[in-house]
């Protein structure tokens, strides 16, 4: 009886320690995963000051120190052709007085590509290689009724009296245009409402293009300009109505216009006889 006393006594003994065994190692996770959890570890990403714009620039507008400003850009974010601090601290007072060539946004980050140099010509920065700027009247009536803005594209539709019988000719002279600028100037209705209206678009146009056009407003009795959706800038524009710097047989020749009608005075053949 004594020795099955104490094997009972044993059993208990050793199943109590193991009992307290299991609860240890049971609660010892919790309280782990409790310590680290209290303390979370939030790794910082590195970044560089890159020169952005602080607030929204159209086309034409000139940098100043309230326009630009240092923001802190992700280092592998960071690509060829941005500003760095790093690389250009005294960027900003270097920048004053630049032209803006493309639109620019409160925080992107300014490129070289979008910004011409700081002379005083801003509309000959702005042109591309081989292109010509020519202004031409216009009146809310004929530029889709003040909508028209620059970098927009637009046809230019010239309308001018038949010759020999009463109504108007209207043809499409040039298509596909961009709009370089908008001169506007403001204007107050009898309720003091201020409005501005445009009274000449500058067009973007090729050497053959000017032409035209100059031949045109000495035509036409009105110029108007029809815009175009912006999914259009990506298609060529077009030569235009060639037809009004040549004879009817293609043939270069000296025109005399005179009252709206074109005459043709004179021509040489290829060979220049």
Do not use: C
């Not at 009536?141 to 539709?157: E, K, M, Q, Y």
């Not at 370089?180 to 209705?189: C, G, T």
């Not at 060639?242 to 009252?259: E, F, N, T, W």
Request: hydrophobic share 40%; glycine share 8%.
């Amino acid at each position: 009886m004594k020795t099955a006393r104490v094997v009972i006594m044993s059993v208990a003994v050793l199943a109590a320690g193991l009992a307290g065994y299991l609860a240890m190692n049971l609660s010892s996770p919790t309280v782990h995963i409790n310590e680290i959890s209290s303390t979370p570890v939030i790794e910082k990403m590195p970044t560089i000051d890159v020169l952005v714009t602080s607030s929204n620039l159209p086309v034409g507008s000139r940098l100043n120190e309230d326009s630009l400003e240092w923001k802190g850009w992700p280092e592998d974010g960071v690509v060829e052709g941005l500003i760095r601090r790093d690389a250009r601290p005294d960027a900003i007072t270097e920048l004053t007085g630049v032209v803006v060539r493309l639109p620019l946004f409160a925080g992107e980050p300014l490129r070289s590509e979008k910004i011409v140099d700081s002379s005083s010509r801003i509309m000959s920065s702005l042109l591309p290689a081989g292109k010509r700027a020519v202004a031409t009247e216009i009146s809310v009536a004929t530029s889709a009724g003040g909508f028209i803005l620059p970098n927009d594209r637009v046809d230019v539709i010239m309308v001018r009296r038949k010759t020999s019988e009463e109504g108007f000719l209207t043809e499409v002279i040039l298509s596909n245009i961009r709009i370089l600028a908008i001169d506007q100037r403001i204007e107050e209705d009898a309720e003091g409402n201020r409005t501005a209206v445009g009274t000449t678009a500058t067009l973007e146009l090729t050497p053959d293009q000017t032409k035209i056009i100059t031949v045109a407003q000495q035509m036409a009795d009105r110029l108007t300009l029809a815009l175009r959706s912006v999914a259009d800038v990506r298609e060529p524009d077009s030569d235009g109505a060639k037809y009004l710097l040549s004879g009817g047989d293609g043939v270069p020749a000296i025109q005399l216009i005179r009252s709206g009608t074109i005459s043709k005075i004179g021509a040489t053949n290829q060979s220049g006889e």
